[in-house]
Protein backbone atom coordinates (compact mmCIF):
# COMPACT_ATOMS: atom_id res chain seq x y z
CA UNK A 1 0.00 0.00 0.00
CA UNK A 2 1.35 3.15 -1.26
CA UNK A 3 3.17 5.27 2.28
CA UNK A 4 0.59 8.62 2.61
CA UNK A 5 1.86 12.16 4.50
CA UNK A 6 4.20 11.91 7.35
CA UNK A 7 6.93 13.52 5.26
CA UNK A 8 7.87 16.20 8.13
CA UNK A 9 8.33 13.26 10.30
CA UNK A 10 10.13 11.29 8.19
CA UNK A 11 12.21 14.23 7.36
CA UNK A 12 12.58 14.53 10.97
CA UNK A 13 13.65 10.78 12.14
CA UNK A 14 16.03 10.53 9.22
CA UNK A 15 17.81 14.19 10.18
CA UNK A 16 18.00 12.46 14.09
CA UNK A 17 19.28 9.49 12.95
CA UNK A 18 22.76 10.31 11.07
CA UNK A 19 23.59 12.17 14.15
CA UNK A 20 23.84 9.28 16.58
CA UNK A 21 24.15 8.70 19.13
CA UNK A 22 20.40 9.22 19.78
CA UNK A 23 17.67 7.77 21.48
CA UNK A 24 14.12 8.32 19.65
CA UNK A 25 10.78 8.07 21.28
CA UNK A 26 7.74 7.52 18.78
CA UNK A 27 4.36 7.45 20.13
CA UNK A 28 1.21 7.43 18.62
CA UNK A 29 -2.33 5.15 19.11
CA UNK A 30 -2.68 1.78 17.78
CA UNK A 31 -2.38 1.77 14.17
CA UNK A 32 -1.59 5.11 13.82
CA UNK A 33 1.54 4.38 11.75
CA UNK A 34 4.59 3.93 14.47
CA UNK A 35 5.91 0.68 12.21
CA UNK A 36 4.95 2.07 8.85
CA UNK A 37 7.14 4.96 9.29
CA UNK A 38 9.80 3.10 10.08
CA UNK A 39 9.69 0.56 7.47
CA UNK A 40 9.52 3.44 5.51
CA UNK A 41 13.05 4.56 6.42
CA UNK A 42 15.53 4.04 3.77
CA UNK A 43 19.13 3.56 4.09
CA UNK A 44 19.63 2.88 7.28
CA UNK A 45 20.22 -0.56 8.93
CA UNK A 46 18.30 -1.65 11.62
CA UNK A 47 17.97 -4.64 14.06
CA UNK A 48 14.01 -4.79 15.18
CA UNK A 49 12.80 -6.13 18.17
CA UNK A 50 9.18 -6.33 19.29
CA UNK A 51 7.68 -6.39 23.15
CA UNK A 52 4.74 -8.95 23.62
CA UNK A 53 1.82 -8.20 25.80
CA UNK A 54 3.50 -11.64 27.50
CA UNK A 55 6.37 -9.26 28.68
CA UNK A 56 9.14 -12.28 27.63
CA UNK A 57 12.23 -11.19 29.50
CA UNK A 58 14.33 -9.85 27.15
CA UNK A 59 12.44 -10.88 24.21
CA UNK A 60 12.36 -7.82 22.23
CA UNK A 61 16.47 -7.59 22.54
CA UNK A 62 16.80 -11.33 22.00
CA UNK A 63 14.23 -10.75 18.78
CA UNK A 64 16.50 -7.84 17.44
CA UNK A 65 19.85 -9.94 17.58
CA UNK A 66 19.46 -12.72 16.74
CA UNK A 67 19.29 -12.47 13.02
CA UNK A 68 22.87 -10.56 13.53
CA UNK A 69 25.82 -11.59 11.79
CA UNK A 70 27.83 -10.69 14.74
CA UNK A 71 31.90 -9.89 13.50
CA UNK A 72 34.88 -12.45 14.37
CA UNK A 73 37.11 -10.68 17.40
CA UNK A 74 34.05 -10.01 19.42
CA UNK A 75 34.59 -8.96 23.07
CA UNK A 76 34.58 -12.25 25.61
CA UNK A 77 32.15 -10.43 27.95
CA UNK A 78 29.72 -11.24 24.45
CA UNK A 79 30.03 -14.87 25.25
CA UNK A 80 27.45 -14.13 28.42
CA UNK A 81 24.41 -14.33 25.12
CA UNK A 82 25.36 -17.84 24.35
CA UNK A 83 22.16 -19.05 25.98
CA UNK A 84 19.89 -16.20 25.11
CA UNK A 85 21.19 -16.90 20.92
CA UNK A 86 21.60 -20.48 20.30
CA UNK A 87 21.05 -19.48 16.65
CA UNK A 88 24.95 -18.04 16.36
CA UNK A 89 26.05 -19.27 19.64
CA UNK A 90 28.93 -20.87 18.15
CA UNK A 91 30.33 -17.48 16.71
CA UNK A 92 30.00 -15.86 20.51
CA UNK A 93 33.14 -16.45 22.57
CA UNK A 94 32.51 -18.83 25.04
CA UNK A 95 30.20 -18.42 27.46
CA UNK A 96 31.71 -17.19 30.99
CA UNK A 97 31.50 -18.29 34.46
CA UNK A 98 28.04 -18.00 35.98
CA UNK A 99 28.38 -14.83 38.82
CA UNK A 100 27.66 -15.95 42.31
CA UNK A 101 25.72 -12.47 42.90
CA UNK A 102 22.77 -12.02 39.79
CA UNK A 103 22.84 -8.14 39.83
CA UNK A 104 26.42 -8.56 38.53
CA UNK A 105 25.03 -11.16 36.41
CA UNK A 106 22.89 -8.79 35.24
CA UNK A 107 25.44 -5.93 34.41
CA UNK A 108 27.67 -8.14 32.08
CA UNK A 109 24.40 -9.43 30.16
CA UNK A 110 23.96 -6.08 29.40
CA UNK A 111 27.43 -5.20 29.15
CA UNK A 112 27.49 -7.73 26.64
CA UNK A 113 24.54 -6.54 24.56
CA UNK A 114 26.06 -3.47 24.19
CA UNK A 115 29.57 -4.80 23.01
CA UNK A 116 27.53 -6.77 20.44
CA UNK A 117 25.78 -3.64 19.25
CA UNK A 118 29.11 -1.78 19.20
CA UNK A 119 30.85 -4.47 17.03
CA UNK A 120 27.72 -4.12 14.47
CA UNK A 121 27.54 -0.33 14.30
CA UNK A 122 26.70 1.82 12.36
CA UNK A 123 23.19 0.49 13.30
CA UNK A 124 19.95 1.34 14.78
CA UNK A 125 18.26 -0.59 17.80
CA UNK A 126 14.56 -0.55 17.38
CA UNK A 127 12.37 -1.91 20.17
CA UNK A 128 8.63 -1.21 19.22
CA UNK A 129 5.54 -1.64 21.15
CA UNK A 130 7.48 -0.70 24.87
CA UNK A 131 3.97 -0.38 26.39
CA UNK A 132 4.43 -4.07 26.85
CA UNK A 133 8.05 -3.89 27.68
CA UNK A 134 9.42 -6.47 30.30
CA UNK A 135 11.62 -5.25 33.49
CA UNK A 136 14.44 -6.69 32.36
CA UNK A 137 14.30 -4.91 28.64
CA UNK A 138 13.20 -1.97 30.52
CA UNK A 139 16.23 -2.01 32.66
CA UNK A 140 18.94 -2.82 29.83
CA UNK A 141 17.06 0.22 27.47
CA UNK A 142 17.70 2.71 30.52
CA UNK A 143 21.58 1.12 30.62
CA UNK A 144 22.31 1.03 26.82
CA UNK A 145 20.70 4.67 26.20
CA UNK A 146 23.06 5.92 28.49
CA UNK A 147 26.07 4.45 26.84
CA UNK A 148 25.28 4.05 23.27
CA UNK A 149 28.83 3.62 21.42
CA UNK A 150 29.12 6.15 19.04
CA UNK A 151 27.40 5.04 15.58
CA UNK A 152 24.59 3.42 17.42
CA UNK A 153 21.01 4.67 17.97
CA UNK A 154 18.20 3.70 20.12
CA UNK A 155 14.49 3.82 18.91
CA UNK A 156 11.75 3.27 21.10
CA UNK A 157 8.08 3.07 19.90
CA UNK A 158 5.15 2.82 22.19
CA UNK A 159 1.15 3.61 23.00
CA UNK A 160 1.21 6.34 25.67
CA UNK A 161 -2.58 4.64 26.03
CA UNK A 162 -1.39 1.32 26.80
CA UNK A 163 1.77 2.78 29.18
CA UNK A 164 2.54 1.37 32.37
CA UNK A 165 5.49 2.94 32.98
CA UNK A 166 6.77 6.49 31.80
CA UNK A 167 8.67 5.46 28.52
CA UNK A 168 10.46 9.35 29.25
CA UNK A 169 12.29 7.83 31.85
CA UNK A 170 14.82 6.58 28.71
CA UNK A 171 15.76 10.22 28.49
CA UNK A 172 16.37 10.97 31.48
CA UNK A 173 20.18 11.57 32.64
CA UNK A 174 21.19 10.91 29.17
CA UNK A 175 25.15 12.36 29.04
CA UNK A 176 25.81 15.37 26.93
CA UNK A 177 27.26 14.02 23.87
CA UNK A 178 23.80 11.43 23.29
CA UNK A 179 21.19 13.30 21.48
CA UNK A 180 17.74 12.59 21.98
CA UNK A 181 14.15 13.38 19.91
CA UNK A 182 10.59 12.52 20.43
CA UNK A 183 7.96 12.31 17.81
CA UNK A 184 4.04 12.04 18.39
CA UNK A 185 2.34 10.88 15.84
CA UNK A 186 -1.13 12.18 14.76
CA UNK A 187 -3.55 10.61 12.66
CA UNK A 188 -3.86 11.50 9.14
CA UNK A 189 -6.04 14.73 8.54
CA UNK A 190 -9.03 14.67 6.15
CA UNK A 191 -7.29 15.10 2.80
CA UNK A 192 -4.65 12.51 3.71
CA UNK A 193 -7.60 9.58 4.96
CA UNK A 194 -8.77 10.39 1.47
CA UNK A 195 -5.83 9.84 -0.12
CA UNK A 196 -5.45 6.61 1.26
CA UNK A 197 -8.66 5.52 1.08
CA UNK A 198 -8.35 6.27 -2.74
CA UNK A 199 -6.01 3.63 -2.84
CA UNK A 200 -8.17 1.17 -1.03
CA UNK A 201 -11.54 1.73 -2.94
CA UNK A 202 -12.74 2.01 -6.28
CA UNK A 203 -14.69 5.14 -5.99
CA UNK A 204 -14.14 7.82 -3.24
CA UNK A 205 -15.82 7.76 0.09
CA UNK A 206 -15.07 9.98 3.17
CA UNK A 207 -13.71 7.61 5.62
CA UNK A 208 -12.29 10.18 8.25
CA UNK A 209 -15.54 10.67 10.50
CA UNK A 210 -15.61 6.91 11.44
CA UNK A 211 -11.54 6.09 11.43
CA UNK A 212 -10.61 9.77 11.98
CA UNK A 213 -7.82 9.32 10.25
CA UNK A 214 -6.15 6.39 11.91
CA UNK A 215 -4.48 4.51 9.03
CA UNK A 216 -5.08 0.78 10.48
CA UNK A 217 -9.12 1.97 10.89
CA UNK A 218 -9.06 3.73 7.39
CA UNK A 219 -7.91 0.04 5.94
CA UNK A 220 -10.13 -2.08 7.91
CA UNK A 221 -13.52 -0.12 6.85
CA UNK A 222 -12.05 0.06 3.44
CA UNK A 223 -12.25 -3.64 3.55
CA UNK A 224 -15.87 -4.14 5.17
CA UNK A 225 -17.12 -1.20 2.69
CA UNK A 226 -14.79 -3.03 -0.64
CA UNK A 227 -16.82 -6.40 0.72
CA UNK A 228 -19.89 -5.23 0.87
CA UNK A 229 -20.17 -5.43 4.54
CA UNK A 230 -22.37 -2.68 6.63
CA UNK A 231 -19.66 0.00 8.62
CA UNK A 232 -19.20 -2.05 11.95
CA UNK A 233 -16.36 -2.96 14.32
CA UNK A 234 -13.76 -4.99 12.29
CA UNK A 235 -12.56 -8.14 14.15
CA UNK A 236 -9.38 -7.07 14.82
CA UNK A 237 -10.32 -3.76 16.62
CA UNK A 238 -12.88 -5.37 18.52
CA UNK A 239 -10.81 -7.72 20.60
CA UNK A 240 -8.56 -4.79 21.06
CA UNK A 241 -11.38 -2.53 22.67
CA UNK A 242 -12.87 -5.37 24.55
CA UNK A 243 -9.78 -6.31 26.21
CA UNK A 244 -9.14 -2.82 27.12
CA UNK A 245 -12.72 -2.00 28.19
CA UNK A 246 -12.34 -5.21 30.55
CA UNK A 247 -9.13 -3.53 32.20
CA UNK A 248 -11.05 -0.21 33.24
CA UNK A 249 -12.44 0.17 36.34
CA UNK A 250 -16.05 0.12 36.59
CA UNK A 251 -16.63 3.48 36.66
CA UNK A 252 -15.09 4.32 33.43
CA UNK A 253 -16.29 0.64 31.80
CA UNK A 254 -19.60 2.02 32.34
CA UNK A 255 -19.34 5.60 31.10
CA UNK A 256 -17.77 4.51 27.94
CA UNK A 257 -20.71 1.76 27.42
CA UNK A 258 -22.85 4.91 27.43
CA UNK A 259 -20.60 6.88 25.36
CA UNK A 260 -21.19 4.34 22.74
CA UNK A 261 -24.93 3.99 23.19
CA UNK A 262 -25.72 7.96 23.22
CA UNK A 263 -25.88 9.12 19.50
CA UNK A 264 -23.54 12.63 20.11
CA UNK A 265 -20.83 13.33 22.13
CA UNK A 266 -22.19 14.83 25.74
CA UNK A 267 -21.29 16.71 28.73
CA UNK A 268 -19.31 15.02 32.02
CA UNK A 269 -22.76 16.04 33.73
CA UNK A 270 -25.19 14.10 30.91
CA UNK A 271 -22.91 11.36 30.76
CA UNK A 272 -22.23 10.18 33.94
CA UNK A 273 -25.57 10.17 34.67
CA UNK A 274 -26.51 8.15 31.81
CA UNK A 275 -24.14 5.75 32.57
CA UNK A 276 -25.50 5.46 36.54
CA UNK A 277 -21.74 6.83 37.85
CA UNK A 278 -22.13 9.08 41.12
CA UNK A 279 -20.55 12.31 40.51
CA UNK A 280 -17.32 11.83 42.27
CA UNK A 281 -16.61 8.44 40.50
CA UNK A 282 -17.68 9.88 37.33
CA UNK A 283 -14.39 12.74 37.13
CA UNK A 284 -11.84 9.96 37.79
CA UNK A 285 -13.57 7.26 35.44
CA UNK A 286 -13.94 9.98 33.01
CA UNK A 287 -10.10 10.92 32.94
CA UNK A 288 -9.25 6.84 32.90
CA UNK A 289 -11.38 6.07 29.83
CA UNK A 290 -9.59 9.24 28.21
CA UNK A 291 -6.25 8.07 29.48
CA UNK A 292 -6.16 5.08 27.78
CA UNK A 293 -7.72 6.02 24.56
CA UNK A 294 -11.37 4.58 24.66
CA UNK A 295 -13.11 8.11 25.01
CA UNK A 296 -12.15 11.97 23.71
CA UNK A 297 -12.64 15.33 24.74
CA UNK A 298 -13.81 16.73 21.44
CA UNK A 299 -15.39 19.44 21.26
CA UNK A 300 -13.85 20.90 24.59
CA UNK A 301 -16.36 20.14 27.03
CA UNK A 302 -17.90 16.75 25.45
CA UNK A 303 -16.62 13.32 25.48
CA UNK A 304 -17.58 10.80 23.04
CA UNK A 305 -16.32 7.85 21.48
CA UNK A 306 -12.81 7.94 20.76
CA UNK A 307 -12.66 5.65 17.58
CA UNK A 308 -16.57 5.64 16.13
CA UNK A 309 -15.61 2.43 14.75
CA UNK A 310 -15.74 0.41 18.02
CA UNK A 311 -19.57 1.24 18.97
CA UNK A 312 -20.77 -1.77 17.76
CA UNK A 313 -18.42 -3.67 19.74
CA UNK A 314 -18.96 -1.73 23.10
CA UNK A 315 -22.79 -1.67 22.33
CA UNK A 316 -22.55 -5.36 21.90
CA UNK A 317 -20.96 -5.56 25.09
CA UNK A 318 -23.60 -4.40 27.32
CA UNK A 319 -26.15 -6.97 28.71
CA UNK A 320 -29.57 -6.51 27.94
CA UNK A 321 -30.70 -5.32 31.44
CA UNK A 322 -28.02 -2.45 31.36
CA UNK A 323 -29.12 -1.59 28.21
CA UNK A 324 -32.53 -1.12 29.57
CA UNK A 325 -31.60 1.11 32.08
CA UNK A 326 -28.76 3.29 30.09
CA UNK A 327 -32.11 3.45 27.72
CA UNK A 328 -34.43 4.14 30.22
CA UNK A 329 -31.49 7.56 31.53
CA UNK A 330 -31.49 8.23 28.04
CA UNK A 331 -34.38 9.06 27.25
CA UNK A 332 -35.09 10.98 30.13
CA UNK A 333 -35.48 9.66 33.85
CA UNK A 334 -38.53 10.77 36.05
CA UNK A 335 -37.11 13.80 37.51
CA UNK A 336 -38.32 13.75 40.80
CA UNK A 337 -39.29 17.07 43.00
CA UNK A 338 -38.63 18.20 46.49
CA UNK A 339 -35.54 18.94 47.79
CA UNK A 340 -33.48 15.58 47.48
CA UNK A 341 -30.12 15.00 47.94
CA UNK A 342 -28.16 14.57 45.13
CA UNK A 343 -27.77 11.55 46.19
CA UNK A 344 -31.55 10.39 47.14
CA UNK A 345 -31.95 12.16 43.65
CA UNK A 346 -29.54 8.68 42.27
CA UNK A 347 -30.95 6.27 44.16
CA UNK A 348 -34.79 7.37 43.44
CA UNK A 349 -34.10 7.34 39.37
CA UNK A 350 -32.87 3.71 39.54
CA UNK A 351 -35.32 2.76 41.69
CA UNK A 352 -37.97 4.26 38.92
CA UNK A 353 -36.52 2.25 36.57
CA UNK A 354 -37.00 -0.60 38.54
CA UNK A 355 -34.21 -2.02 40.41
CA UNK A 356 -33.90 -3.57 43.63
CA UNK A 357 -32.26 -2.08 46.57
CA UNK A 358 -29.44 -4.32 46.04
CA UNK A 359 -29.00 -3.58 42.10
CA UNK A 360 -28.99 -0.11 43.13
CA UNK A 361 -26.43 -0.91 45.88
CA UNK A 362 -24.08 -2.75 43.36
CA UNK A 363 -24.99 0.48 40.91
CA UNK A 364 -23.69 2.93 42.90
CA UNK A 365 -21.27 0.98 44.97
CA UNK A 366 -23.49 1.47 48.37
CA UNK A 367 -24.44 -1.02 50.94
CA UNK A 368 -28.21 -2.44 50.11
CA UNK A 369 -28.75 -0.92 54.16
CA UNK A 370 -27.73 2.42 52.78
CA UNK A 371 -29.98 2.63 49.94
CA UNK A 372 -33.18 1.23 51.99
CA UNK A 373 -32.54 4.22 53.90
CA UNK A 374 -31.85 6.94 50.92
CA UNK A 375 -35.15 5.57 49.35
CA UNK A 376 -37.12 5.72 52.39
CA UNK A 377 -35.79 9.13 53.11
CA UNK A 378 -36.63 10.25 49.54
CA UNK A 379 -40.56 8.58 49.70
CA UNK A 380 -40.99 10.74 52.50
CA UNK A 381 -39.64 13.91 50.94
CA UNK A 382 -41.56 13.40 48.02
CA UNK A 383 -45.04 12.60 49.89
CA UNK A 384 -44.95 9.07 48.16
CA UNK A 385 -46.47 5.80 50.03
CA UNK A 386 -44.27 3.38 47.97
CA UNK A 387 -42.08 2.75 45.49
CA UNK A 388 -43.82 2.17 42.88
CA UNK A 389 -45.53 5.85 42.69
CA UNK A 390 -41.79 7.01 41.45
CA UNK A 391 -42.44 4.95 38.42
CA UNK A 392 -44.96 7.26 37.31
CA UNK A 393 -43.60 10.42 39.54
N1 LIG B 1 1.20 6.89 6.36
C1 LIG B 1 0.64 5.74 5.98
N2 LIG B 1 0.31 5.52 4.68
C2 LIG B 1 -0.26 4.37 4.30
N3 LIG B 1 -0.54 3.35 5.13
C3 LIG B 1 -0.22 3.50 6.41
C4 LIG B 1 0.39 4.69 6.91
N4 LIG B 1 0.58 4.57 8.22
C5 LIG B 1 0.15 3.34 8.56
N5 LIG B 1 -0.32 2.70 7.46
C6 LIG B 1 -0.89 1.36 7.47
O1 LIG B 1 -1.80 1.24 8.58
C7 LIG B 1 -1.63 0.00 9.23
C8 LIG B 1 -1.27 0.24 10.69
O2 LIG B 1 0.00 0.86 10.74
P1 LIG B 1 1.13 0.43 11.78
O3 LIG B 1 1.14 -1.05 11.96
O4 LIG B 1 2.39 1.07 11.38
O5 LIG B 1 0.57 1.09 13.11
P2 LIG B 1 1.26 1.12 14.54
O6 LIG B 1 1.21 2.53 14.99
O7 LIG B 1 2.58 0.47 14.47
O8 LIG B 1 0.22 0.26 15.41
P3 LIG B 1 0.49 -0.65 16.70
O9 LIG B 1 0.50 0.28 17.88
O10 LIG B 1 -0.70 -1.55 16.73
O11 LIG B 1 1.78 -1.36 16.51
C9 LIG B 1 -0.56 -0.77 8.46
O12 LIG B 1 -1.19 -1.63 7.54
C10 LIG B 1 0.19 0.33 7.73
O13 LIG B 1 0.78 -0.13 6.52
MG1 LIG C 1 3.43 -1.21 15.36
Redesign the pocket.
Known amino acids: ??????QRELRQLTAALSRPPVVILIE?E????????LHELAGHPMLIGRCHPMRFPYGPIVEALRDTCPPADLNPVTGALRPFLPEFAQLLPPAPPPLPDPQVERHRLFRAVLSLLGSLQPITLVVE?AHWVDPGTRQLLAFLARCLPEAVNLVV?Y?AEDLAHPVAELLAHLPPHIDHAELALAP?DAGETAL?AGHLLPEPRDLWPLTRGV??AV?ELARMLAEGREPGTPPALRDAVLLKLGSLPLAARRLVQAAAVLPEPTGQRTLTAVAGVPPEQGERGLAEAVRRGLLWESPPGRYGLRQPLTRQALCDSITPAARRRLNRRIDGPPQPQGTLSPREEQVVRLAADGLTNREIAEDLFLSPRTVEVHVANALRKLGLSSRRQLRTT
Do not use: S, Y
Open positions: MPFVGRGAGVGKTRLDTRLLPFE
